[in-house]
Every structure is written in structure tokens, then in C-alpha cells.
């Protein structure tokens, strides 16, 4: 069997840039190298692109920036591939498939999708319309209010709208939700500029937080449950792991939760099997109402009541070796190596 050519991409002007760096480097070490040629392709936080002839070791640690690197791009011409320029040359590089490892905006909001749909590569994850509308918290919520997926109670205002009446914004947040209230930018992942307000003076400063990461704030009453997490692969036909739970080292799931602090995933999750069931299906549902492809993470509150509400959906989950995701189906009878041959697969699939 011929080997197909699989570029990773990873990097990004992102806030989430040196996770992504982690997660590409697991993706390098486990993708079957039996099946697929790979190149790797770093994007710098200044947004500069470069094909990267090294090892995971020095994506993972950031020594990538002075290893050998040359630059380059996808081409958004359709049949060109990756654009290589190198001694004052240009070449072309046919690519097979691409599995952009880029968390967060310019890479989980729908912009690289848009260009390698231009390009006519297959690549591992939502499309373009589906990675933007689950990037943005606003959207994602008018969706599944559309469907009746249950969730916190919302609002949301802008840069705009709060710079012209600040309390008219704040009375009605208090008004509809009641404290404590989550205060998110719209658009920012990995729980980047989240804070949970108690009273006024903590709103009016989460506001402005939020504002420093996105145009657009999200208000959200507070949900006292565990936080669940399902892992759903597929197209046409998506495969849902078991539940996993997370127990925050933090007051909530932030940044520093995630990735730094010493949070604890539970495997499956310590809820009943018929609840368990019922959030998996729920998976699907989100999964399915977002016009989901390839892979999701999609997140949820479960109260002591057993009453399941909707979180998120994150379309290009976390990789890296304390990642929910690839645990989740790792527990689910998919190892690592596997679950990217079949995201691969799953890509090459949608474009026949």
C-alpha cells in the first residue's frame, strides 16, 4: 500500500499556542508511520508559517523556532499543496491529508478550514461553518436553544453595546441570571479570560477582562453539578466514548486547571450507568445539531438531581498526554495510534 502524505500543522496566533505545541508532538510520536509520510508545519505566534524538519521533542519544548525551518504555506489554489520556498525557489509538495493541531481562534474558528477546503485537501475536524459557529459562544447557544438542548441561562453583550451603557449591561445581566455569574468571552478557548463574579464590583472588572481576549462577552448563570466530558468520533455515523469527569483543582475548569494545576479526570465518571448513557446521547445530539465531522469534545454539567446541562463543544480537543479526549476513548477501547488513523481516515472519507 502507497503511503499517503499527512501535514501537521501547529502553532498559531492563539492564546492556547504552547498547548498546541504539546498535543502536535503527541500527535507526531503515535500517527502510524506504516500508512503516512509526514511533514510538519509550525505557525509562530506573529502568525509566520515554516515547514519544520525536526524531531516532537523540539515542537513540544518551542526549540522548533531554531531548528531548521524553511518557509512555507498551503496553497490556497486548488492541486498546488504545500508551497515551499527555499533558495530563492518556489516548489509545490502534494499533501493527502491535513490534521491541523491548532486549539483556539485562527485555527479552531473555521479560517485554516476555509483554506484548505480553497486548497481541496482533506484535513481531520469540522468544517468551516461548523468550527466558527462552535468557536463563538453566542452562536453555539442560539443553536442548541434552537434544538432544545438544555443549558445555563445566558445573555451576551459587545465591546459597543458596553462602552455606551456599562450599567445597562450589568443590570440586566443581574437581573436575568442572578449571582454568581460566569462572565466568558465569546470567542477564546481552553477557558481563557473566564471568571466567575460574585457581586457588582467582580462583574464590572470580568467584563472588562473578557473584552481584553474578544469583541463579544458571554453571561451565564451558574450550574452546580460535576463537569463531564464525552468524546465523539465519526461523520456520518459518529461513535461517542464513555463519560469522563473532571474534578478542578480550582474554584472552576480555567487555563491554569486544565494545564497546569493538578486537577483530577475520573474515568468513567462517577455517575450511575443510565446517566452516563443519557449524557452520551446527548453527546451525539450536540454533536449532530452543530453539523459536527471527524472529532468533538462536547462538555457538560451534570447537578446531584442528575440533570444534564449543556457546557460547550470544543471542535479540536486537546491532545497532549493529560488531554480528556484520546483518555476517553483510550478507556473506550481506542488507543492513541488508532484514534488518529481513524481521524485521517475520517477526513480522507468526507472529500470522496
Not at 440586566?172 to 462572565?183: C, N, Q, S, T, W
Request: hydrophobic share 40%.
Amino acid at each position: 500500500m502507497m503511503k499517503k502524505t499527512a501535514l501537521i500543522i501547529f502553532g498559531g496566533k492563539s492564546t492556547e499556542h504552547d498547548v498546541s505545541l504539546v498535543s502536535a508532538a503527541s500527535v507526531i510520536r503515535n500517527i502510524p508511520r506504516d500508512k503516512y509520510d509526514v511533514l510538519t508545519l509550525g505557525i509562530t505566534k506573529e502568525g509566520e508559517w515554516y515547514l519544520f524538519d525536526g524531531t516532537a521533542d523540539e515542537i513540544e519544548s518551542g526549540a522548533w523556532l531554531r531548528g531548521k525551518r524553511t518557509k512555507a504555506f498551503v496553497a490556497p489554489d486548488a492541486g498546488s499543496g504545500l508551497a515551499v520556498f527555499e533558495d530563492g525557489k518556489l516548489s509545490y509538495t502534494h499533501i493527502d491529508v491535513i490534521f491541523p493541531v491548532l486549539h483556539g481562534k485562527n485555527g479552531e474558528d473555521g479560517t485554516v478550514q476555509g483554506l484548505f477546503e480553497l486548497a481541496g485537501i482533506p484535513y481531520v475536524g469540522c468544517g468551516h461553518l461548523s468550527s466558527a459557529v462552535t468557536m463563538d459562544k453566542q452562536f453555539t447557544n442560539l443553536i442548541a436553544d434552537f434544538h432544545g438542548v438544555k443549558q445555563a441561562k445566558w445573555t451576551f453583550t459587545d465591546r459597543y453595546a458596553y462602552a455606551l451603557s456599562p450599567e445597562t449591561v450589568l443590570n440586566d445581566a443581574e437581573r436575568k441570571l442572578g449571582y454568581p455569574i460566569f462572565v466568558k468571552p465569546a470567542n477564546a478557548g481552553s477557558s481563557v479570560g473566564i471568571t466567575k463574579a460574585h457581586d457588582r464590583a467582580e462583574l464590572s472588572n470580568a467584563v472588562e477582562k473578557a473584552l481584553s481576549v474578544d469583541a463579544k462577552v458571554i453571561f451565564e448563570e451558574t450550574i452546580v453539578g460535576k463537569e463531564i466530558e464525552c468524546a465523539v468520533l465519526g461523520n456520518d455515523e459518529p461513535i461517542v466514548s464513555t463519560a469522563g469527569e473532571i474534578a478542578p483543582a480550582a474554584e472552576f475548569y480555567d487555563y491554569d486547571a486544565k494545564y497546569v494545576s493538578d486537577s483530577k479526570l475520573f474515568i468513567p465518571a462517577r455517575l450511575d450507568e443510565k446517566t452516563i448513557n443519557r449524557v452520551r446521547a446527548e453527546a451525539i445530539r450536540v454533536f449532530r445539531a452543530m453539523d459536527g465531522k471527524g472529532f468533538s469534545r462536547v462538555d457538560f454539567f451534570v447537578t446531584a438531581e442528575n440533570e444534564i446541562y449543556f457546557n460547550e463543544i470544543n471542535t479540536i480537543p486537546g491532545f497532549t498526554s493529560i488531554s480528556m479526549y484520546p483518555k476517553l476513548f483510550a478507556a473506550s477501547g481506542v488507543p492513541y495510534p488508532e484514534l488518529i488513523d481513524r481521524l485521517l481516515e475520517l477526513a480522507i472519507e468526507r472529500n470522496r
